[in-house]
């Protein structure tokens, strides 16, 4: 039982993880970012390319992920999302662009490969980012088979909610943040810089992205378009559970996880699948907002 | 593709604007007399293009040395080169576009079935030509297509006694992608395992590009299996051994078996998470023989990438068209017809050996191999036929060599 448990665990942390950059962007912010896949798959390529030319590993390639992450999405921002607030499906239109673009900048080594100049580690191949051996070698704890990769992302994805709910419940920014979600003119009204906020606001959330992405490469092929399939889940969980509530993200991820992991060991993956898509169908019949709304705008 | 075109372009001397600007707009006034149009026809763009432009590339490596050695009976062979982008609805048309517009008498193409079975139609309508490079499931008799990859009795036929009585391992936990491939792989894989004394306990299978192999390989490790059979294709296959991998499984005691896992897949998942697992191929790139050292070299050289590795599909892409060059030399003229008699029985000298077309069937003789991955991410040959065996198409149905279900005169349907 509790080796089905422990798969459910590690489904809802990837959903989680994923979801998380998600819930800042998309919760927070309003924006439909079809992008977002992208990030993650930009936070990847990172980690590929630190390995290859930096020596770097996985753990030093995660800040770096977040900071290039961050960066692509501070770019995004300033250059196609702030001209959009307010206009949700053009923003959804302008981020499926964007990340058709990025995917296509990896596949032809930005450009490169049309003048024969191959680059290790972009292209439109498989790429493999490197695990340190001791996070796959499991062992036993009190009778119990521990996964220490599975357990390395549960531990730091929790990490990483913790630390957004921090900056964003116990800080001055965070404050600015929830003042802005609430009411953007009103935020505004008080003498808050409502675009320098969204701007760091949007990099935080894609910066996790990058995080996701490294993580992801662990066990995931690396490939351009990896991330079409990653934002899927991602917005399922956060619409599951209530936009702009971290906590409902939280619950969704570990709800949708648990199913996952449960039915697919007693029967099989694809039923599982189908199982999540219904019960997520059936909750937002049921609560439209999600499980944990709160009234926005 | 415009790479590809333009690098192949500055190799050949066939007519560069034409070609480049849209070849079908020029068809019928620049065909000159000293050429052989010809299709190629994979996927470009979209999730299979990882593949399907290494065998594209392999294509075109061989129509450039076939036209720097002299072309075939003088004649430069002119390819046409089309995107199939990864969507067997855009491989019809494609392939229609060729065979009618462009009237090429021959198409190299196509890596999955989906796609084969789309432009099927297509070839056997217009009584064209299909040279399909890939290791595939059988049940398919065609007068239209040559098949040079293997069918499952040259990849399982000597695989799973090899299992039970060399491995010593009798109880299997079948798993593959969902679709026709993996699901007739596992049919003939019963048929050979209850032949030779072994049992299998579970035969499942996850959609095609799943990624997340927890809930499974949880299962494979209950299931009391000694052997893994993996008929797992794609991207799944890396997520798949790592996931092994992680839970603990190694492949010492409990080794993975994989018709599809081949040098690509073990580049992009990490040598170290398939080093003792075990792959049945006619080709590895392992194969240490100087006309494959030399093969691997000329395509790198080729693709101007260093460490590019080969791989069955690859490798029959380029040795077909070498087989086509010897059956229109045989016919003496470059119709569809006369290379479809042509071809039979050819013999060429490939990387991976002998191969032959078979008369009846036209399916490819080839030797069937087994590896075991090691640490270096390239395959050590522990196991092989002294010579090329007959290919089976219908081997899953009760196929033998002495009873072809599939013959010249077409498919023989009352013993299905």
């Known amino acids: 039982m509790s080796e089905i448990l422990f798969i459910g665990l590690s489904l809802s942390s990837i959903l989680l993880l994923i979801a998380l950059g998600l819930s800042i962007t998309y919760g927070a912010m309003g924006v439909i970012n079809m992008a977002h896949g992208e990030l993650v798959m930009i936070g990847a390529y990172t980690a590929v390319m630190a390995g290859i030319y930096l020596g770097l590993n996985l753990f030093l390639a995660l800040p770096l992920a977040f900071l290039t992450a961050g960066m692509v999405g501070l770019l995004i921002e300033r250059l196609v999302i702030r001209r959009l607030y307010g206009r949700i499906i053009d923003t959804l239109l302008a981020t499926w662009g964007v990340a058709i673009l990025l995917q296509q900048a990896i596949r032809l080594e930005f450009g490169l490969a049309f003048f024969d100049i191959h680059i290790d580690g972009l292209g439109p191949g498989l790429q493999n980012m490197a695990v340190p051996a001791f996070l796959t070698q499991p062992f036993d704890l009190g009778g119990m088979t521990i996964q220490p990769y599975r357990t390395f992302i549960i531990v730091l994805t929790l990490l990483l909610t913790a630390l957004t709910w921090f900056l964003m419940y116990r800080t001055p920014l965070g404050m600015q943040v929830r003042a802005i979600m609430r009411n953007p003119q009103m935020a505004a009204a008080c003498g808050i810089d409502v675009r320098r906020v969204s701007m760091l606001t949007f990099a935080y959330g894609s910066g996790l992205a990058g995080v996701a992405g490294v993580l992801l490469a662990g066990f995931k092929t690396v490939q351009p378009d990896m991330g079409s399939s990653v934002v899927v889940d991602g917005f399922l969980v956060v619409v599951v559970g209530g936009v702009g509530s971290l906590f409902g993200t939280l619950a969704a991820a570990g709800l949708l996880g648990q199913i996952n992991g449960i039915i697919a060991v007693l029967s099989n993956d694809i039923l599982a699948r189908a199982v999540v898509f219904g019960v997520v169908i059936l909750l937002i019949l049921w609560k439209p907002r999600g499980l944990f709304s709160m009234r926005t705008r | ?416």
């Open chain 2, 1 to 416: 593709m415009t790479l590809d075109r333009r690098k192949f372009l500055k190799q050949s001397s066939v007519l560069g604007a034409a070609a480049a600007l849209g070849p079908s707009l020029y068809a019928s006034t620049a065909r000159a007399a000293d050429e052989i149009e010809v299709g190629v026809l994979f996927s470009l763009t979209g999730g299979l293009s990882i593949v399907e432009k290494s065998l594209a590339d392999a294509t075109m490596m061989a129509i450039s040395e076939i036209n720097a050695a002299g072309g075939v009976m003088g004649k430069m062979i002119k390819p046409i080169m089309e995107d199939g982008a990864s969507d067997p609805k855009t491989y019809n048309e494609k392939a229609s576009k060729l065979v009618i517009r462009d009237r090429v008498p021959t198409v190299f193409g196509s890596y999955t079935s989906a796609s084969r079975k789309a432009v099927l139609p297509v070839f056997e309508r217009r009584k064209n030509l299909y040279f399909y490079p890939t290791y595939y499931e059988g049940f398919e008799c065609s007068k239209n297509v040559v098949y040079t990859g293997a069918v499952p009795n040259q990849q399982l036929s000597n695989f799973i006694p090899w299992i039970i009585n060399t491995l010593g391992k009798k109880k299997f936990f079948i798993v593959g992608s969902n679709y026709i491939y993996p699901r007739e792989m596992a049919k003939v894989s019963k048929i050979l395992i209850e032949q030779n004394g072994g049992e299998w306990v579970a035969d499942e299978y996850l959609e095609l590009g799943h990624s997340e192999w927890g809930a499974m390989v949880s299962r494979i490790k209950d299931s009391g299996c000694d052997v893994v059979l993996s008929n797992v294709v794609g991207d799944s296959v890396v997520a798949f051994y790592r996931e092994f991998k992680n839970q603990g499984l190694t492949h010492d005691k409990l080794p993975i078996c994989a018709t599809v896992t081949s040098e690509i897949e073990i580049a992009a998942m990490g040598a170290e998470f398939a080093v003792g697992s075990y792959t049945s191929f006619p080709y590895f790139q392992a194969i240490d023989t100087d006309i494959n050292g030399a093969f691997i070299e000329r395509y790198r050289a080729f693709v101007n990438d260093g460490s590019a590795v080969t791989h069955h599909a690859l490798e029959s892409s380029y040795f077909q068209v070498f087989l086509w060059k010897q059956a229109v030399e045989k016919a003496g003229e470059a119709t569809p017809d006369a290379i479809r008699e042509g071809v039979k029985g050819q013999v060429f000298d490939a990387p991976n050996g002998k191969v032959t077309i078979d008369p009846e069937n036209l399916h490819a003789y080839l030797t069937p191999r087994i590896a075991q991955w090691g640490a270096d991410g390239q395959g050590t040959i522990i196991d092989e036929y002294p010579d090329p065996i007959q290919p089976l198409p219908y081997v899953a149905y009760g196929e033998t060599g002495d009873d072809l279900f599939c013959k010249a005169s077409g498919l023989d349907t009352t013993k299905l």
